[in-house]
């Protein structure tokens, strides 16, 4: 285990892609998100890989992880993949998170429309509702998202 852990960090430190799947993965294996499915099931339904099905990845592991990707966000925004390290420490549903993401949503607000977007994503799984009252969410909605963030930033300032 230390040795796959010792991979994922230093994927998370270059931003390697796959790798932050596979730490989004572990998000969800540790929250228990396919724990009623063989490891078969749970590569073929939720696209884990075969080694996040083998693991059982503590709390520490799970802290670990989710420094990591916290300090490769703030120390890499402009990151190609930025937007898969946002996506994955969305998949904690942590709520704690919240200061850091709204620090990241200003932040991405005038650059990344994706980056921006997967921050949305986080926020609204934390239950914050950064889009409003819409039912219907893309990421191609770029102009659109902009201006939900926006007002969303303005109602969190507000309150």
């Known amino acids: 285990m230390t040795e796959y852990l010792d991979t994922l960090r230093e994927g998370i430190r270059a931003g390697n892609n796959d790798l932050l799947n596979d730490v989004a993965s572990a998000f969800e294996k540790h929250r228990g998100l396919g724990k009623n499915y063989t490891r078969q099931e749970q ?4 696209g884990w890989t075969d080694k996040v099905t083998r693991i059982d990845f503590s709390d ?8 990591d ?14 937007g898969t390290a946002i996506w994955a420490l969305g998949k904690l549903f942590d709520a704690t ?4 993401l709204i620090a990241i949503l200003q932040q991405q607000i ?9 921050t949305m994503i986080a926020l609204d799984n934390l239950g914050e ?31």
């Open 43 to 46: 590569v073929t339904r939720l």
């Open 60 to 67: 520490h592991d799970i802290a670990l992880l989710k420094d």
């Open 69 to 82: 990707l916290v300090q490769f966000i703030q120390n890499n925004p402009a990151h190609s993949n930025a």
């Open 97 to 100: 998170l919240k200061p850091t």
């Open 110 to 118: 005038t650059h990344d429309a994706a980056t921006m977007y997967q």
């Open 129 to 159: 509702n950064p889009f409003g009252d819409r039912r219907s969410m893309s990421i191609l909605d770029a102009q659109d998202n902009r201006a939900l963030a926006e007002d969303y930033l303005r109602r969190t300032t507000e309150s």
